[in-house]
């Protein structure tokens, strides 16, 4: 007999202005979210400490979601403060009800659609976006992954040419995806017209001679998070970093490989196509970004513990 789930242990999750079990969450069919995909998502991470979590690089991410409700014409619904109090709700309440245990690191999925309407493609007047917000336990890459690497595949980019846009529409991002999974590796990446995009939900860096390059922003990527926060380490590091397109060839023979996104932090890339990258393992470039990153988000947590002692509320999510 099949042992049925533990109930006790779903996701508590906010939709549409109730706070309720995952099970019992529902939207209407003809959401446009569900129609079309008609909508915009964020995930940014909440790193535990003794203070409370924090949503680390909560602002780069609520400035993102920003850019990309503006680009499909959905008028945001909170400010960035509404945004952060709507978080530590569901934060609360997946402590008091769920599996997230104090001290555990997390992930905030936010998902906002155009709403609900009569099904055509154009944009309907007046109707009220739809809002959902799920917080889960983060779970990291583990230590083998970050000492020996992983394995990759490469693949044609074929998605849309608005990939700065962070769409709830991720079918091409889906089959990629799967390609990985199919062929035993842990990411995609994908090249357009011979030149480097990114992986199926990860930016990709690629290191020759001790220089850092990465693709230039464009609507070709989705411009991460880390990617900003990679410039900055890579300066505090003393690594070059060039930002220029860069061929297939060059991904190829390249020193390292380097992937990057909210629940990967970074990770090297040993293997691509079957073929080791470099010397095959981790190399210098990945180690000092790695350690700077855990640096930045140490220091974002001591932030995160005196704005606590201010307030003296440990359980707020601060930015």
Known sequence: MTALPDVSLEPIVYLNGEVVPLSEARVPVLDRGFIFGDGIYEVAPLYAHAGGRTAFRFEQHLARLSRSLEKIGIANPFNNAGWRALIERVVAANEAEADLAAGQDAIAYIQVTR????RGHAFPAGIQPTVFVMVTPLHLPNAAQRAEG?????????????????SVSLLGNVLMAQYAAENGAFETIQFRE?????????????????????????????????????????????????????????????????????????????????????????GAVFAALYAAYQRAKATEAQGAQQQGAKNESGERITD
């Open 115 to 118: 709403g609900v309407a009569k």
């Open 150 to 166: 992983v394995r990759c595949v490469s693949a044609e980019d074929r998605r849309w040419l608005n990939c700065d846009i962070k």
């Open 194 to 282: 011979g030149v480097l995009t990114e992986g199926s939900s990860s930016n990709v860096w690629v290191v020759k001679g001790g220089v850092l390059i990465a693709p230039p922003r464009s609507h070709k990527i989705l411009e991460g998070i880390r990617y900003g926060l990679i410039e900055e380490l890579s300066a505090e590091c003393g690594i070059r970093l060039e930002v220029r397109e860069i061929a297939e060839a060059e991904v190829r023979a390249a020193d390292e490989i380097i992937i990057s996104s909210a629940t990967k932090e970074v990770l090297p890339v040993t293997q691509l196509d079957g073929q080791p990258v470099g010397a095959g393992k981790p």
